[in-house]
């Protein structure tokens, strides 16, 4: 096949198996080829790693042959990714006569004999080899930075933004940076983030296929279980369901094996399973005729497991980029996209959960899609700064010099950087030289290098423990299991029940059991977050009516006539007040739990329920003088955000002063905040009946 203009050899390669390219396959040659920085969205399985790899091997070819080093990189953020790459990709890079290879936790393909020219590898990884300056690298011409849309504006994303300046410095050469994602709102804002300053060139694929979604209540385990069973006579009928926790795995995956159709071709796909318990999983659920794999996120990217025929959503999934993630992995087969979104019996109030759903559909239905812009990141910036002087050995590095790490990113002038150094070596991290304006490695940080800690902007977390089943370790758990747990107790684990042997300080020692009870693992982590965006489609909706809701037939019609009773009193400028049988006050602001926090904070309140929808208080309230600026209330919002066990190390190293304006970034820089404090500033507050808006307020 030849592929004007990549050539007949590379076009072969990449798509001789393919009678036709996909359009972000065709739309993408150009510019990459040209060398911009490029950005391609696309939804899951349109082809976007071949549609940038193949123009960059093009363009790379000769250099690549020559070079005994890596000339492409490619950064993932997960190692299953990464290893899932490495089987798509080498196949058509054998056909050209190259090498890829991976460097993550688990494997090191830099040290054989002959270097990838193609290496994958994670934002950690990376980091470490920059540390130890891998000659490897030395040859880098361009980076290709998966999924996007996982790490802009978090800690990592920022930790990759500054490595990319900081390769191009080790490799005294302009890098070409192309960006993969199927979600993103605003590309500038992407770019910006992560390459402040530089032009790059959008590919977006818009053949998206017609969502077609149904909601389903399921009150009972019983009735999923029925559901299922009447969905695997299909004779395509390999499931995706999609939970929202760990635990709700163990559990959906222990009631549903060898109770329907699929027998016990369910699977459980969660980040405790060890890696290799979770490849088992992809292989065997891709291989079997029909089945159904119950799993987190972890299986929201686009590692391979085949075609699937339905996508489950047991719960709403939070915001519009995990949805469309996860739907996008199925349906590869049809030209439509089959949902089903489940309401659980222990998912809170069965109203509000069909209307999350129908505020979610409705919102990706009319593209009404935000994210926050990109945010002041400082806690990625300590890390960084702590693995530049242990790349220099702990040597004395100038102020100046450490600050230009940083000289594309408006706020971290010289003067805040100064913030966090002082901060630094007040901890023991480094050392201030005592009359050059300089600092060096202390203690600490040579401390933190020892235990391989330095490289990491991940949220703390607690203790884990390994589960062992015989000779082999299948995951691990939070060491508060440990105190939960003794010796005979059945649990659940990847769908499974277990009986617990022994216990130790580090491990839990199981073995398999047949049983239909069992207790359920403690996982960390929070709920997930309803995005503010979707309760103002909510409060959108009901002002409009539902026309044709995507509930269930035979459910419809309660949730309808609930929603009319709710529309003769809501409104956009209108602010419905309701007093229970205890006399407690319901304001139904519809500005998400976050900004119903900011605001009992800001009215003084000593008790207080902030829900999505609903500010519970015993108080009035008086908005006609709540702030319309949401950089006045930035430091009440830093404090209802504030969850220690969501910071990396790196973040409780900041100043505190530093770590609140941090905090409270993406409170300012999400334009629904805004739109929600004018409203409700402008709102009429007024009465109304409990009993037509008590499914709000539940």
Known sequence: MTVAPLGMEVGRAFYGAFRTLRPAQREAIAP???????????????????????????????????????????????????????????????????????RHGERNDLSRARKPNLLITTPESLDVLLTSREGGLRAVRAVVLDEVHLTYNTQRGFQVAVLLGRLEAFTEAPCQVVGLSATVAAPPDIWQFFRPGRKFVTVLDEQAKPLDAVIRDVPSDQSLVQLLDGLSGSAHAKILLFANARRECDRLGAILRDRTGFGKNVFVHHSSLDGSIRLEVEREFQDAPKGVCVATSTLELGIDIGDIDLVALYGHPGGWESFLQRVGRGNRRS?????????????????????????????????????????????????????????ANGAYLRTRDLAGLFSLWAHLGEDVVEEILHGLSQAGYLIRHEFQNRFGGGDMLHRLRDLRLIWGNFPLRSRDVRLVAGSREIGT???????????????????????VRRILADRIEIERVQSTVGIEMTYGGTAVAMDPTIVEEMLRLLEAGIPSPALDVRATKDFVAAAERARAHVGWDRLPLVRDATGAYYYLTFGGRLLNGVIARWAGLDLYEAGEIVLRTNQRLDLSTLPTEPRALRELAAHALRVPTDLTAFQGLLPVEMLIRELGDSWVKTAVQERSLQRLRKARPFVAPFEDLAPLCA
């Open 32 to 102: 990459v080829l040209a060398g911009h920085d490029v950005l391609v969205l696309a939804g899951t399985g349109s082809g976007k790693t071949e549609a940038v790899l193949a123009p960059l091997v093009q363009r790379w070819l000769g250099a690549m042959r020559r070079e005994a080093n890596t000339t492409l990189l490619y950064v993932t953020p997960t190692r299953a990714l990464a290893n899932d790459l490495l089987r798509r990709i080498q196949p058509p890079m054998e056909v050209l006569g190259l090498e890829v290879g991976i």
């Open 335 to 391: 030209q439509k996209t089959n949902v089903v979104c489940l309401v659980p019996p222990s998912h809170g109030s069965r109203f509000l959960a069909i209307l999350g759903f129908e505020a979610l559909l409705s919102q990706i239905r009319s593209g009404r899609l935000e994210r926050e812009r990109p945010l002041d990141i400082y806690g990625a910036a300590a890390q960084q700064i702590l693995s530049v002087v242990a790349e």
């Open 477 to 499: 758990v939070p060491a508060v299991n440990l105190m939960r747990l003794t010796p005979g107790v059945i649990v659940r684990f990847a769908g499974q029940h277990w009986r």
